[in-house]
């Protein structure tokens, strides 16, 4: 209020800064509660799924073929009783009976441009577990990766879009158990629409996520054109 009269002099409105959903994810702010801090790390992985691992997941030397069908997304939730959550072991060998898969396994973080790291395009059988996040077995969704192909052909993955709901899914662990998880749900996604809630945000149970590259090879830094994600649930544990 002046001297001279009754005005009443008011701050400038300021609006607020508008904050992404996925602010949680970013190493600036800690991870909600009940997750782990490594899943600050995710910042980075946001970008690797806007375009996963670009060209990564696959060079397009098999290009055409028809193992990696345009998949609509169904978006099946686990459902039935869910298995106790294990203890944290890294993973070394992951088995799909369904699609003849039994492939040695590595760990992976985050690569030098932000984006999640790939098993070597040379190693034909071999999956990578992204150490950052949840191992399989424990609660939370735990994240494996693979190529589609490489130079000598068809990858770890190459298959990963005909696994159907209900194939069993096996990770063995470093401290000797087995974790069996189920799929329940087979989706893919053009690169860049990714949706992170679901990919990430489930924390009610054990789960586990497959994810490679799948639809029309376009090349350049988008590779293939969409993602595959196989869904599945912590069934059994031995």
């Not at 974790?179 to 749900?185: C, E, G, N, R």
């Amino acid at each position: 209020m002046t001297a001279d009269d009754d005005t009443i002099e008011l701050d400038p409105i300021v609006e607020p800064v508008p904050r992404s959903k996925w602010a949680w994810l970013t190493p600036d702010r800690p991870p909600r509660r009940g997750r782990r801090a490594a899943w600050g790390g995710f910042a980075g992985m946001m970008l690797a799924f806007a375009g996963i691992f670009g060209a990564g997941a696959g060079i397009g030397l098999l290009a055409g073929a028809p193992a990696l069908p345009s998949l609509d997304a169904t978006h099946l939730q686990a459902t039935g009783p869910k298995a106790a959550a294990m203890t944290r072991s890294t993973p070394t060998r992951i088995r799909i009976p369904a699609i003849r898969v039994s492939a040695p396994m590595m760990a992976v973080g985050l690569a030098t441009d932000g984006t999640i790291g790939t098993p070597p395009l040379a190693d034909a059988n071999l999956a990578a577990w992204y150490s950052g996040g949840p191992a399989p077995g424990e609660n939370g969704p735990a994240i494996v990766v693979g190529h589609v192909d490489g130079p000598k052909g068809e990858s770890v993955f190459y298959n990963l879009g005909r696994v159907k709901p209900g194939d069993k899914i096996e990770l063995q662990l470093a401290d000797g158990k087995v974790a069996l998880f189920t799929a329940y749900s087979v989706e893919s996604y053009p690169k860049g629409k990714f949706p992170g809630d679901r990919i990430f945000g489930d924390y009610s149970r054990p789960g586990l996520r497959l994810i490679t590259c799948g639809g029309k090879f376009v090349g350049g830094s988008t590779g293939y054109a969409d993602n595959v994600v196989v869904y599945a649930t912590l069934t059994s544990r031995g």
